[in-house]
């Protein structure tokens, strides 16, 4: 079923967005990659740097492997590195 989440984004993809966030429609249930590529698919000169980032729900991260549905939001968030 196909439904529309928000998606917040956040480091080095809001800035390489120019937004910090967007709806999107998505198919669910999902799995992390599938809304990763869903993504990709819109945004598609940030593909490498979405398939390097995380997604987070309810403010905690999801595993790869995992199912999602019912959700309303998600967090996407870029590797970050320091020094």
């Known amino acids: 079923m196909t439904q529309t989440i928000r998606v917040n984004y ?3 993809l809001r800035e390489a967005l120019k937004t910090s ?5 998505v198919d669910l249930p999902a799995r992390e990659g599938d809304i990763l590529e869903r993504l990709a ?3 598609p000169r ?3 740097l979405l398939m390097a980032s995380r997604v987070a ?6 595993d790869a492997g995992s ?9 996407i968030i870029s590797p970050i590195s320091g020094g």
């Open 67 to 75: 199912m999602l549905d019912g959700l309303s939001g998600v967090d």
């Open 10 to 12: 956040y480091a080095q």
């Open 41 to 43: 698919q819109l945004h």
């Open 57 to 62: 729900v309810n403010e905690d991260y999801v």
């Open 21 to 25: 966030a967007e709806d999107v429609a």
């Open 46 to 48: 940030q593909r490498d």
